[in-house]
């Protein structure tokens, strides 16, 4: 599904221009289908390339060998505006396969910036023209990583609607048909009506995926653990990734 759904909100005497943003496409034949509710009629299709997919140049290989780590990338963002040597953005509201609402944006301070040495991520409703906005950052075109220990800092929203994360998607993805052959690993998702509001407390989740196991068959690895004041206060998130295995942790706990 590269759009997400569509809506009409009712019938119309004269075409109407639909459209939806940032749906990636490899190069090659595509074979299309429109599935639709009601009659339609449809007078065109348009593809219009917004943005070419990056391919990362580099991939920091680590060594699982011995006991001391060493940091070999960071970001501990002390600028004053998002580093573009090190991050690029999704952009668009095509759905990103989850049927995600909102628009991501491309640096635009209200849905990304740098405050007092943290990112912000804000999502806002009713913006733009859209009825959520927010931001999605990776350092694909960047940096990739293979193995080693990946680990953040990071407050997540309460509330229903809200799902943070923090996570890896392998080299390989391209667009909807990479995924999951290309690898996934969910350092941490955190959904909003798992946390109290009041308290903040919560849970992490963290998984796996692959094109043998992932969560549409239900049988991905994945563990889960219970977060005090997730909201409020800063937590550390990490993986181990092993050749023969990943072990997550919050706050040093596996």
Same mark, same amino acid.
């Given at each position: 599904?590269?759009?997400?759904?569509?809506?009409?909100?009712?019938?119309?005497?004269?075409?109407?221009?639909?459209?939806?943003?940032?749906?990636?496409?490899?190069?090659?034949?595509?074979?299309?289908?429109?599935?639709?509710?009601?009659?339609?009629?449809?007078?065109?299709?348009?593809?219009?390339?917004?943005?070419?997919?990056?391919?990362?140049?580099?991939?920091?290989?680590?060594?699982?060998?011995?006991?001391?780590?060493?940091?070999?990338?960071?970001?501990? /963002?002390?600028?004053?505006?998002?580093?573009?040597?090190?991050?690029?953005?999704?952009?668009?509201?095509?759905?990103?396969?989850?049927?995600?609402?909102?628009?991501?944006?491309?640096?635009?301070?209200?849905?990304?910036?740098?405050?007092?040495?943290?990112?912000?991520?804000?999502?806002?409703?009713?913006?733009?023209?859209?009825?959520?906005?927010?931001?999605?950052?990776?350092?694909?075109?960047?940096?990739?990583?293979?193995?080693?220990?990946?680990?953040?800092?990071?407050?997540?929203?309460?509330?229903?609607?809200?799902?943070?994360?923090?996570?890896?998607?392998?080299?390989?993805?391209?667009?909807?048909?990479?995924?999951?052959?290309?690898?996934?690993?969910?350092?941490?998702?955190?959904?909003?009506?798992?946390?109290?509001?009041?308290?903040?407390?919560?849970?992490?989740?963290?998984?796996?995926?692959?094109?043998?196991?992932?969560?549409?068959?239900?049988?991905?690895?994945?563990?889960?653990?219970?977060?005090?004041?997730?909201?409020?206060? /800063?937590?550390?998130?990490?993986?181990?990734?092993?050749?023969?295995?990943?072990?997550?942790?919050?706050?040093?706990?596996?």
């Amino acid at each position: 599904n590269i759009t997400g759904d569509l809506f009409i909100s009712k019938p119309s005497p004269t075409f109407l221009t639909l459209s939806k943003n940032g749906s990636p496409l490899n190069v090659g034949l595509h074979k299309m289908k429109i599935h639709f509710n009601n009659p339609v009629n449809i007078d065109w299709v348009k593809f219009i390339l917004i943005k070419e997919h990056e391919l990362t140049p580099k991939t920091m290989t680590q060594s699982m060998d011995g006991s001391d780590w060493k940091v070999v990338w960071s970001d501990e /963002f002390n600028g004053t505006q998002v580093d573009s040597s090190k991050w690029t953005y999704d952009i668009g509201n095509w759905g990103w396969g989850n049927g995600e609402n909102q628009y991501y944006t491309e640096a635009r301070t209200e849905n990304a910036r740098i405050e007092n040495g943290h990112l912000i991520i804000e999502a806002r409703r009713n913006d733009m023209g859209q009825e959520w906005t927010s931001a999605r950052l990776t350092t694909r075109g960047k940096m990739s990583f293979l193995y080693g220990k990946i680990e953040f800092r990071a407050k997540v929203p309460a509330h229903k609607g809200n799902w943070a994360a923090g996570w890896t998607l392998g080299d390989e993805y391209i667009d909807v048909l990479s995924w999951p052959y290309c690898g996934e690993i969910d350092i941490l998702e955190s959904v909003g009506y798992e946390i109290d509001d009041h308290t903040g407390n919560g849970i992490a989740h963290a998984s796996a995926h692959s094109g043998a196991d992932y969560f549409k068959v239900g049988n991905q690895p994945d563990g889960m653990i219970k977060v005090k004041n997730m909201n409020n206060a /800063f937590h550390t998130y990490a993986v181990e990734w092993s050749p023969g295995e990943i072990k997550s942790y919050v706050d040093g706990s596996l």
